[in-house]
């Protein structure tokens, strides 16, 4: 158990369902419980969003919550804002998507509404925006999310930020210059920022530099800013609880704080598809599987992969989610 109480199978299966929504928003416009087998008529006309970073996401996502979930001055900042599926598919299951629309109630119908109309005409977008709960930074223009988490805690000493980075976004000055803003911002008098920087190794078309450095360089780098860094490789929730528990041992020593968290790019989407590495390589960025419409064998896959997270075990139409 967590320092608040938290199975770590709660976390595993929150993940799970909200790995699902974000495979469901992405790809169906129809069948969203498959209830009937996978068919190219429920799949949307066009394909638009990004897979890669939101397991990561998800799981980023769900310890946070789970830590800090009596704190009512936490908050949540991503700075991958293209990984809006997962966000999304989070603020769904936590009920504040139908605080600010009725439509997105925790149900069936709830689940169609998010899924038939994300990235579409009248819907919602394909990245984080202002009409999102909570959402200050964009995120479509990666870098500012540092910057933004700053001024948000600015004269607000009992505020707690997180702010998810890509490692794709630490290759943009914006996100670099920020990482300054903690010798100028890192005060009694304001709020305290806690960068996480998610290290899955790829951007759009190529490696990222974070991910090709060994791992004291990148410390190194991170302390060369002001930041004490803490590393969580892999997905075990009780090192990211354990983690989160360092930070606040810092923090009561005024010791800022900046944790790595090193995960697969695409985890638990397919793995290898027509010879071609997805999971754990640039590939799993976009839509992985491209043409499931017209293509038998990626419809087959995608609806291997939607069954892999059994959805039916996290939710189900007379209880709603069980997690």
Sequence with gaps: MYGLGID????RRRVRACDYLVVAQLYLKDNFLLKLPLSSDDIKPRLLGHW?????????????????????????????????????????????????????????????YICKNFSWPDGF??????????????????????????????????????????DGEMETATALASMNLVKLFATESNGRVLPIL??????????????????RELKEQIRGFGYTPILIDGEDADAFQD???????????????FIIMKSEKGATGPRYFNGEKIAGNYLAHQIPLKNPKTDEAELHMLEVW???????????????FTL
């Design 52 to 112: 890669g970073t939101c397991h990561g996401i998800n799981l980023a996502y769900a310890n946070l919550k789970s830590f800090y979930k009596d704190n009512p001055n936490f908050s949540f900042i991503l700075g991958p804002g293209h990984g809006f599926p997962a966000l999304q598919a989070n603020l769904f299951i936590d009920g504040d998507l139908l605080k600010v629309d009725g439509k997105a109630a925790r149900n069936t119908a709830g689940i169609e």
């Design 8 to 11: 770590p199978e709660i976390i």
């Design 198 to 215: 998610h290290l899955n190794g790829y951007k759009i078309s190529a490696p990222t530099i974070s991910a090709r450095k060994s791992e």
């Design 306 to 320: 939607l069954k892999s997270y059994y959805f039916g075990e996290l939710f189900n139409e007379e209880e709603g």
């Design 243 to 257: 983690a989160l528990s360092q930070v606040n041992k810092l923090a009561e020593r005024h010791q800022p704080a």
């Design 125 to 166: 977008p394909s990245h984080a925006s202002p009409v999102t709960p909570g959402v200050i930074s964009e995120g479509g223009e990666l870098g500012y999310a540092l910057a933004t988490a700053y001024g948000a805690t600015l004269g607000q000493p009992q505020k707690i930020i997180a702010v998810l980075l890509g």
